[in-house]
């Protein structure tokens, strides 16, 4: 007899699957060019789209609702505002369980430079999606970023690139300060980092006027 195969119970592990399948759906579609993304604003809203359908299928009862936020406000423990990209929260009515995501994007391209900039906002984002899973309640929790510039995917030898690192392969350690006073209109910019992540970055092609061009897809679980 086949083991059952169907939706996983738990609302949380739904939010695994849905995301999964949202990011692979929004990949294929991008390099296969059914609509234009040049920046991060049409990244999140058709991100969010999908993530939405997908989620209404996995609502198998009448009483289970799942819906989606753009720029959810959150707030750190100092009193600053976090606005977080995209949240997704199922809920259910009968047994009042819930569980949510949070979410945070980055679109970064050659033609808009600034990748010591880009490097260190990626940290930044990184840092409010641990802070909304330890005082916000969040279950689960990702980044996603794509970009055309192999310059996030090289290993740098000095500047920002040593100490926010975000070359294919590279791992923050565990518990881990950054900070880079060198860096001009970041220099106050502190990160500290709990968890451990290992950047792997997607390399896709895609034709455009009859030119491939590459970019790069990365996905961190929180």
Not at 66 to 80: A, C, I, R, S
Request: charged share 30%; with cysteine.
């Amino acid at each position: 007899m086949k083991p059952k195969d169907i939706l996983p119970s738990d609302y949380s592990d739904r939010i695994d699957d849905i995301l999964d399948a949202s990011w692979r759906i929004f990949k294929t579609q991008f390099v296969e060019g059914l609509y234009e993304v040049t920046k991060e604003a049409p990244f999140q809203h058709h991100f969010a789209n999908i993530i939405s359908v997908i989620g209404s299928t996995y609502c198998t009862k009448q009483s289970d609702i799942f819906f989606v936020n753009l720029e959810k406000k959150v707030e750190y423990l100092d009193g600053k505002k976090k606005y977080l990209d995209i949240t997704c929260e199922f809920q259910s009515q009968e047994n009042k369980t819930n569980a949510k995501a949070a979410i945070e994007l980055k679109f970064k391209t050659k033609k808009q430079g600034a990748q010591d900039h880009g490097r260190i906002d990626a940290f930044v984002d990184i840092e409010a999606l641990e802070n909304a899973k330890d005082f916000h309640s969040f279950s689960k929790a990702r980044f996603y970023m794509i970009t055309d510039s192999e310059t996030y995917l090289k290993k740098s030898k000095k500047g920002v690139g040593t100490k926010f690192t975000t070359y294919d392969g590279a791992k923050t350690k565990f518990d881990s300060d950054f900070h880079c006073p060198s860096s001009k209109g970041r220099e106050n910019t502190k990160v500290h980092l709990n968890a451990s992540y290992c950047f792997e970055w997607e390399k896709i092609g895609m034709i455009n006027n009859n030119i491939k061009d590459y970019w790069y897809f990365l996905e961190l679980r929180i």
